[in-house]
């Protein structure tokens, strides 16, 4: 298959590591020159319909789409998620022979608070903050692509590259038992994987759904998350409280239910593996 990875920043890198030995994979960034041998580099901007027009006119199986807003700000996330969906369902819509599947990254962040409660795919997203909101208007418009297309839906993305949390174990940052602030992970290898599980359950001729909820199996709270950090880097937390957040506990069963199988089914095995390669 020809599979393009529009946006490909760190989580299309990785599943493009995986799938090139098998498909032709091609990495379409503004700036691409730093992919490995594995993935073909395409020059353009993803949030311009002309350019998406020109690019996916030279015919794609699979598109895989992950944005990276520019700035944390309504104008940043409007630039960014809500214009690239616009142009490539402007690109799509103009194609005579469209992609057999278009794969969108999204974040559970759509669903917003619900005290601690259980969501997954059938939860109707309510979130106040402007990112949810955006979200969820650019997932709208994915939806409508005269195509075949999946939102997956991840939770909060750890692993390498991605070590904030662990700096702040360092710096002594801990957080109080209540009220209970919940937290949803998954390691990017399982993101990756997620990715090509899909994309294999396609190829195959097996069903997929519109949307999928990506976390690992066990929700923790921030309290017993950092305790459990510090214990194995060796540092001492001072509980500091913050502002409420959305509390939500996110649930993997349709992804389990399809067959996916997580290398890291909870933080304790991705965080285990993050601080042995940081040794």
């Not at 529009?6 to 960034?29: E, I």
């Not at 399982?190 to 690992?216: K, P, T």
Request: glycine letters at 8%.
């Amino acid at each position: 298959m020809k599979i393009l990875f529009a946006g490909c920043g760190d989580l299309g890198s990785r599943a493009g590591a995986l799938l090139a030995s098998a498909h032709s994979c091609y990495g379409l960034r503004r700036q691409p020159q730093n992919f490995s041998g594995e993935i073909a580099p395409i020059t353009a901007n993803m949030c311009s319909a002309e350019q998406m027009k020109r690019v996916l006119a030279a015919g794609y199986d699979v598109v895989i789409a992950t944005i990276t807003p520019g700035t944390f700000s309504e104008v940043g996330y409007r630039a960014s998620y809500l214009a690239a969906a616009k142009a490539l369902q402007s690109a799509v819509a103009a194609l005579q022979s469209p992609p057999k599947l278009i794969i969108w990254a999204s974040s559970t962040s759509v669903y917003g608070d619900h005290l601690g409660g259980w969501v997954d795919e059938s939860t109707t997203p309510s979130a106040q903050s402007f990112s949810g909101r955006i979200l969820r208007e650019a997932e709208q418009v994915i939806a409508q692509l005269p195509c075949q297309s999946v939102i997956v839906r991840f939770s909060g993305i750890y692993g390498p590259g991605r070590t904030r949390l662990l700096e702040q174990i360092s710096s002594g940052i801990g957080r109080p038992v209540a009220p209970l602030q919940w937290s949803n992970r998954i390691h990017s290898d399982d993101c990756a994987a997620v990715f090509v599980h899909l994309i294999n359950l396609h190829s195959s001729g097996g069903s997929l759904h519109d949307l999928y909820l990506a976390s690992d199996c066990e929700p923790v709270t921030q309290h017993d998350l950092r305790r459990w950090l510090a214990a194995r880097m060796g540092a001492s937390l001072q509980e500091r409280a913050v502002a409420p957040t959305a509390s939500r506990r996110c649930s993997n069963s349709r992804l389990l239910d399809s067959g996916f199988g997580f290398t890291y089914p909870s933080f304790q095995e991705g965080y285990s593996a993050l601080l042995t390669d940081l040794k």
